[in-house]
Structure formats: C-alpha cells, structure tokens
C-alpha cells in the first residue's frame, strides 16, 4: 500500500463507495420481495448499504496492513 494517507483515505471511500452503490440495489430487491412497502424497503435498503460498506472498509483495511506486513 503506498504511504501516502492521502492515497490511503482515497482507496477507503472508493471501496466503502463500490459497496454501498453495489448493495443497495441488492438489498433493495431482497426487501420488495419480502413484502415491504417501498419507502420503508428504501430505508431499511440504505442502512443496510451503509453498514456493509464500512464493515467492506474495515476488512479492506485489515486485508490491506496485513498484505504490507508480509513485504516488510
């Protein structure tokens, strides 16, 4: 992993961002066909989104030093 933090930080949001954009429409479908109403399916589809993708950030960033670790 480069040491720029910058290049760092970059590399989080876009992984947080691949997910979230990824889930939703995912989570979403999965809703509707349980039966709930639109709005709440929306609702309940962007939390879902939004924890998986920090949850996808935090593994990205484990996997991400723990590669860094086998080259030092």
């Known amino acids: 992993m480069p040491e720029s933090s910058l290049i760092r ?3 989080v ?3 947080m961002l691949i997910i979230g954009y990824g889930w939703f429409p995912i989570g979403f479908s999965r809703l509707k066909k349980k039966g ?4 709440a399916a929306r609702k309940q589809a962007k939390l879902q989104a939004k924890k ?3 949850i996808g950030a935090f593994l990205y960033m484990v996997f ?3 590669l860094v670790q086998l080259f030092v």
């Open 64 to 66: 991400m030093l723990s």
């Open 36 to 39: 709930t109403e639109e709005s």
């Open 13 to 15: 949001v876009v992984v």
């Open 52 to 54: 998986y993708s920090i």
């Open 9 to 11: 930080a970059i590399s």
